[in-house]
């Protein structure tokens, strides 16, 4: 490319007359990469020599051939909600109410933590900082531990799976709603603020008709994200099949949890595409 501008007489842009790879910061960058990768490679001491290739084929054989028993209940004292379908509606349901709850906390609090609408003084710029302080502080806490204090706190099962979920996406959320907010277009806010209406009128007629399709996307997304991750939290107490699921691997029961995560991929596809067709309908 470069001989192109010289054949012509042009000068070569700084761009090409560069080798990026002979370039001096590119080096030193490429070098610490693969100096920090080395270094992980020697603190984690990745041993692959203890593996057993004949075992782990023979589990993955046993993963599909697939036990039904666990579609019916097996005793008198199971019912359909003891089954694996059962617990996988309650599975579903446990991520769309963990997200009700968290959209009805986000939502007041996204107009909080949005700067176009906090700014104007002292009192609202602060209330701004500590609402995004505590959707930054939410969101870096892992719905995993938040369901292991929740296991703890409220015991195993359905509780602490849906509050752990709700608790986790109170920051996801409000964080999404909260940057939709700030990206509207300013016209309509600076022209109904123009009128002398107060700060609930300004919302309600200037922000609001703009965040209805973002705050339906977002809700979506996060709604399909909360029905695949309901599943994991079983595994440390949080309710649904995961606790299922955890039970079968425990007791080494491979062809139940292979129709368990046969199961689960399912779900989650057709939850995945389904969302995916709504929001394309909203854009």
Do not use: C
């Not at 842009?13 to 490429?30: C, D, F, G, K, Y």
């Not at 906090?118 to 969101?139: A, C, D």
């Amino acid at each position: 490319m470069a001989e192109y501008f010289v054949a012509r007489g042009l000068p070569v842009p700084a761009e090409l007359s560069q080798n990026p790879l002979t370039h001096w910061r590119r080096l030193i960058v490429i070098a610490l990469s693969l100096g920090v990768v080395y270094i992980g490679l020697r603190i984690t001491k990745i041993d692959l020599s203890s593996a057993n290739p004949e075992y782990a084929a023979g589990v993955i054989g046993q993963l599909f051939h697939w036990d039904f028993s666990i579609l019916t209940p097996r005793d008198e004292f199971e019912t359909f909600w003891d089954t694996a379908e059962g617990q996988m509606i309650v599975t579903i349901f446990l991520g769309i109410i963990a997200t009700v709850f968290a959209i009805i906390v986000a939502l007041p609090l996204s107009f909080l933590g949005a700067r176009n609408i906090m700014t104007g003084n002292v009192l609202t710029g602060g209330i701004y900082v500590v609402v995004r302080l505590v959707f930054t502080i939410i969101r870096s806490i892992d719905v995993l531990i938040v369901v292991i204090i929740f296991g703890v706190l409220l015991g195993i099962g359905s509780a602490a799976g849906v509050l752990a979920l709700a608790f986790h996406n109170v920051g996801v959320l409000g964080k999404l709603y909260s940057e939709a907010i700030e990206g509207i277009d300013p016209g309509p806010l600076e022209a109904i603020t123009a009128t002398g209406a107060n700060r609930v009128q300004v919302i309600w007629t200037a922000v609001l008709p703009q965040i209805v399709n973002p705050y339906i996307s977002f809700t979506i997304y996060r709604l399909d994200t909360n029905v695949r991750l309901a599943p994991i939290l079983g595994l440390v107490g949080g309710g649904g099949i995961g606790i299922l699921l955890f039970q079968s691997v425990n007791l080494l029961q491979y062809g139940a949890a292979g129709l368990i995560i046969f199961m689960i991929v399912v779900t989650v596809a057709l939850m995945d595409f389904a969302s995916a067709q709504i929001r394309r309908r909203l854009v």
